[in-house]
């Protein structure tokens, strides 16, 4: 499914999450806080990977919150099988981290997380992040990505033929709109440094979001390490 088949929850109808975490006594607090929200509702919940797919599957909730580290299978492996191209829905996944600055987060972007949160996060900012994932778009900027993807840039793969292939999908000018969008620049600022309208670099960025088959400006930034067009470091 494209991006521009998926569509992201309506205005004005609940959020529904699956809570993914090993820990009870965490699920129980996220339970908590969401539920006294009016415009989220929890549906289910897993205490590790493998009931997480499962679950995402037979729930079909708008979000999942995905915990990392879990037994049995990890919330990489899980994030990868529930927003893969086998999926039955559009399904999104906030992950929950410890630390900012760590491998798995790197790892659960690229399987297809949307953004990803701190575990201590204020009840408030994780409500609204919810609401976020669940408009379509991305909860971590793309600057905060591009430091995580430096940071472990031995992780990631060589460039393959396949990114090269699909890098040629696009015009020079998009090609340009995603080197400045892996730099974290809004579309005012991609506007200013190629001298064209808003509207221009808007419809560019949907575009190379539609031609790559990729959800969110954060993994645009993604795709544009792994295909080689950004180097880590560089810009």
């Known amino acids: ?63 999942v919150l995905m915990d990392i580290r879990m037994p049995r299978m990890d919330g ?7 927003t893969g191209t086998e999926r039955g829905g559009t399904v999104r996944v906030l992950v929950l981290t ?15 997380a949307s953004g990803f949160l701190l575990k201590d996060v204020p009840p408030e900012d994780l409500a609204e992040a919810i609401r976020i994932v669940a408009r379509g778009e991305a909860v971590v900027a793309p600057t905060v990505t591009r430091r995580l993807l430096d940071r472990f840039a031995t992780v990631l793969p060589s460039a393959s033929k396949e990114s090269a292939k699909e890098l040629a999908h696009l015009t020079d000018r998009e090609r340009e709109v995603l080197r400045l969008m892996s730099r974290g620049m809004s579309n005012a600022e991609i506007a200013g440094e190629l001298y064209v309208s808003e509207t221009t670099v808007k419809t560019h960025v949907g575009n190379v979001l539609a031609k790559l088959g990729l959800r969110d400006r954060v993994q645009a930034v993604v795709f544009a390490y792994e295909s080689g067009l950004v180097l880590p470091g560089g810009r």
């Open 98 to 112: 410890t630390f900012d600055l760590d491998e798995y987060v790197v790892e659960a972007l690229r399987a297809g």
């Open 1 to 63: 499914m494209t991006p521009a088949e998926e569509r992201p929850v309506s205005p004005g109808t609940p959020v529904r999450v699956l809570l993914v975490d090993d820990q009870p006594l965490l699920r129980t607090g996220f339970r908590m806080i969401l539920e006294s929200e009016p415009d989220v509702v929890v549906v289910g919940e897993a205490g590790d990977g493998q009931k997480a797919v499962t679950e995402a599957r037979a729930l079909q909730p708008d979000v």
């Open 76 to 82: 990489v492996e899980a994030t990868r099988l529930i």
